[in-house]
């Protein structure tokens, strides 16, 4: 049986999988706090008048992931405190990871003990898939997201290490391993909620998972050194290795105005 004491937190980067892990946590019957499509209540006073614009908007935000977001509406996310859901104990809820990150949220984990899924996407397949649905404005902003790649792991690195968060109350899913190796995933996610091993809910969750989900690799035309930082980090994440991310972002010298900005515009995620 899951933990009502527990809240489970769905966190990671734009286009790493969140909404993905929330479906599946809905097949499983896993209460769910948040919303399938949320800003469509945006517009649900006006939907006999909506513009062509926001027509567009919308149009593009179901496509962006046309099984669901399940989250909260993105309008009030960034007033949700902690104190706001501790209440939905024994519940699952999807926090951007900007949120976890550069808020008093991060504060209240190791008293509570909830339960973190991060997850994880190899860095080129999350630039790619963030440029599919939002385009980029040149090579800098490509870059720019690259550098928030790699910014964010080690933030979240250090966080891990200095809040003592346990290793059985956090688990990485990397998007590549559930989409070619779904029956694997799916175990480990099972295992860390604590819910009973279901052959119908397994087959379920599998049948929502498609391999068509993962975009090609892109090959960006910027410093490749960029790139290898954020590979070799995503490999070093992907094994609980956060000493080695770490040590891997401060043996490089990386431009620091950008990472300045990186924090500032980290409000973004889809």
Do not use: H
């Not at 926001?54 to 009030?76: A, D, Q, S, V």
């Amino acid at each position: 049986m899951k933990n009502n004491a527990v809240i489970l937190i769905v966190t990671g980067m734009p286009r790493s999988g969140t909404s993905l892990i929330m479906q599946i946590m809905k097949i499983l019957n896993y209460p769910i706090i948040g919303y399938k499509f949320p800003l469509l209540n945006k517009y649900k006073k006006v939907k006999n008048n909506i513009s062509s614009e926001n027509f567009k908007k919308i149009k593009k935000y179901i496509n962006g992931n046309p099984r669901g977001y399940y989250e909260l509406p993105k309008i009030t996310l960034p007033e949700v405190e902690y104190c706001d859901i501790i209440k939905y104990r024994g519940s699952v809820i999807k926090i951007p990871i900007d949120k976890i990150l550069f808020s008093n949220f991060i504060n209240f984990i190791p008293k509570y003990r909830d339960k973190l899924i991060y997850c994880l996407r190899n860095p080129v397949q999350t630039i790619n898939s963030q440029n599919n649905l939002d385009p980029p404005i040149d090579n800098n902003e490509i870059k720019k997201r690259f550098m928030r790649y790699i910014y964010i792991l080690n933030e979240i690195c250090e966080v891990l290490v200095q809040k003592k968060i346990r290793e059985k109350d956090f688990l990485i899913i990397d998007y590549d391993n559930l989409i070619e190796n779904s029956q694997e995933s799916l175990k480990q996610i099972i295992k860390f909620i604590n819910i009973p091993l279901n052959d119908s809910m397994i087959q379920d969750a599998k049948n929502n998972i498609t391999k068509n989900l993962r975009r090609a690799s892109q090959k960006w035309p910027i410093n490749n050194d960029i790139i290898d930082i954020a590979l070799n980090m995503y490999k070093s994440f992907q094994k609980y290795n956060f000493g080695k991310v770490n040590q891997i972002y401060l043996e490089n010298n990386l431009d620091k105005n950008t990472l300045i900005n990186t924090k500032k515009e980290f409000n973004w995620y889809n």
